[in-house]
Nanobody, 130 residues
Framework: QAQLVESGGGLVTSGGSLRLSCTAS????????VGWFRQAPGKEREGITC????????FYADSVKGRFTLDRDAAKNTVYLQMNNLKPEDTAVYHC???????????????????????WGQGTQVTVAS
């Protein structure tokens, strides 16, 4: 069964760091745009960082720019989200997603998607205490 599985969430104090992992099974992430989305209670889904191809820059939302980094390990079929200088407003459930790269025009477009992605992980909770 093709799926994405996230791990690495948890409770951290303000200013701390966490590293989330997202491993794909049953399909090759190299053929997909990948991204991280988050959703806090009562708020809309937010695409915070997306990667489409090595020929364009990784997209970062203003809310995380300079603090979060998306990394990929093709050998492990895994995407990471390094989160530094975490703030209470970063508290949310974080999901990784994959979209066939031919179906998206840019990394930014992927992060702005409101429709369903091809693959969507189950999510991992990140809680930042002040």
């Amino acid at each position: 069964q093709a799926q994405l599985v996230e791990s690495g969430g948890g409770l951290v104090t303000s200013g701390g760091s966490l590293r989330l992992s997202c491993t794909a099974s049953g399909f090759d992430l190299e053929n997909y745009g990948v991204g991280w989305f988050r959703q806090a209670p009562g708020k809309e889904r937010e695409g915070i960082t997306c990667f489409r191809s090595s020929t364009e820059s990784t997209f970062y939302a203003d809310s995380v720019k300079g603090r979060f980094t998306l990394d990929r390990d093709a050998a492990k079929n895994t995407v990471y989200l390094q989160m530094n200088n975490l703030k209470p407003e970063d508290t949310a459930v974080y999901h990784c997603a994959a979209v066939a790269w031919l179906a998206i025009s840019t990394a930014r477009a992927m992060c702005l998607m409101t429709s369903a992605t091809d693959y969507w992980g189950q999510g991992t909770q990140v809680t930042v205490a002040s």
